[in-house]
């Protein structure tokens, strides 16, 4: 099976820009979960999605939105973003509880 | 909600000598120890899991211990290589409540000298 793949890597944004993110998981997997990944803070959860239902959300700002299609592929999406936006952005897919890394966006806020 | 610590934040090791990285969480009702693996500009890799009714796991060189009294878990790497160079990471799931939320400590960076 593909993994996990995430569109698109890279990206650079200037402050008050908005991003969309892309994220399709692995055929088959229905959650998919995305976290913020930077030197300072480390691996941080934003906000999982099954069955294209928000279960869960971490402690970000409402900045930070996702949604769910129903062929499970997900987008997150940020607005007015800030210099301290600029992160490694990644999305996991799981069936059951391992979860499964893609290679990440990495966004630049200039 | 819940918090894992991980320790050391930084290892160094001769190749052929054992590495272990030690986790505590903090809520009792996480069921689900990931280990995950990150090389330098790559993605987080699974390379070993343990459930709570487990207490230990091994996989060739690796390997996990649980102790759900103490809510800790460690993973253990023996004979190095430099190739297990990497920023290791542990994480806990709760997943009584039918959602998941991995949780991350904030990663041990080995280095393994040859």
């Known amino acids: 099976k593909a993994g996990v793949t995430q569109t698109p890597r890279y990206l650079i944004k200037t402050r008050g820009q908005q991003v969309t993110l892309s994220c399709s998981p692995i055929?088959?997997?229905?959650?998919v979960s995305w976290y913020q990944q930077t030197p300072g803070q480390g691996l941080q959860f934003l906000f999982e999605?099954?069955?294209?239902?928000?279960?869960n959300k971490g402690n970000f700002p409402g900045r930070f939105s996702g949604r769910q299609f129903s062929n499970s592929r997900s987008e997150m999406n940020v607005s007015t973003l800030e210099l301290g936006d600029s992160a490694l952005y990644l999305c996991?897919?799981?069936?059951?509880?391992?979860?499964?890394f893609g290679p990440g966006t990495r966004l630049t806020v200039l | 909600g819940e918090n894992v610590e991980q320790h050391p934040s930084t290892l160094s090791v001769q190749e052929g000598d054992s590495a272990v990285i030690k986790c505590t969480y903090s809520?009792?009702?996480?069921?689900?120890f990931p280990w995950y693996k990150q090389e330098l500009g790559k993605r987080p890799q699974l390379i070993i899991d343990?459930?709570?009714?487990?207490g230990e796991k091994k996989d060739q060189r690796i390997a996990v211990t649980l102790n759900k009294t103490a809510k800790h878990f460690s993973l253990h790497i023996t004979e190095t290589q430099p190739e297990d160079s990497a920023v290791y990471f542990c994480?806990?799931?709760?997943?009584?409540?039918?959602?998941?939320?991995?949780?991350f400590g904030t990663g041990t960076r080995l280095l393994v000298s040859p």
């Open positions: 999605y099954f069955s294209e239902t928000q279960r």
């Open positions: 809520d009792s009702a996480s069921n689900y």
């Open positions: 994480a806990a799931i709760t997943m009584n409540t039918g959602f998941q939320k991995l949780v």
């Open positions: 343990i459930r709570s009714n487990v």
């Open positions: 996991a897919s799981s069936l059951k509880d391992t979860q499964y």
């Open positions: 055929s088959g997997h229905r959650s």
